[in-house]
C-alpha cells in the first residue's frame, strides 16, 4: 500500500499533541486538562486508522475490480481490521 502525506501527516499531528501532553505533565498542568489531551489523541489516532483502512480498502477493490476478481473476502478484511482497531 503506498502510504500518502496526508495519512503520515495526519501521525506527525498526533506526535506534536502527544509532545505536549508530555510538556503538559512537565509543567504540572491540571489533570483534567491532560485527560481531555489525550482523549483528544485517542480521537485522532482512530481516525487515523480508519482513514488508512479506508483508502487501503480503496485501493484493493479498484485492483481487484480491473482484475475482474471478487471483493468479498476484501470487505470482511476490513472489517476484522475495524473491529481489530478498536
Keep these: 500500500m503506498k502510504y500518502t502525506d496526508d495519512m503520515k501527516n495526519r501521525l506527525r499531528r498526533v506526535e506534536g499533541q502527544v509532545r505536549g ?3 503538559m505533565m512537565e ?3 491540571d489533570c483534567k486538562d491532560v485527560i481531555y489531551q489525550l482523549s483528544a489523541i485517542r480521537s485522532a489516532v482512530d481516525k487515523a486508522t480508519a482513514y488508512i483502512i479506508g483508502k487501503n480498502m480503496e485501493q484493493c477493490m479498484l ?3 480491473k ?3 471478487s471483493t468479498e473476502d476484501l470487505i ?3 472489517i476484522n481490521l475495524l473491529v481489530k482497531s478498536r
Excluded: F, N, P
Aim: proline share 0%; glycine share 6%.
Design 76 to 78: 470482511q478484511e476490513t
Design 63 to 65: 485492483e481487484r475490480l
Design 21 to 23: 501532553v508530555l510538556k
Design 27 to 29: 509543567e504540572e498542568k
Design 67 to 69: 482484475k475482474g476478481e
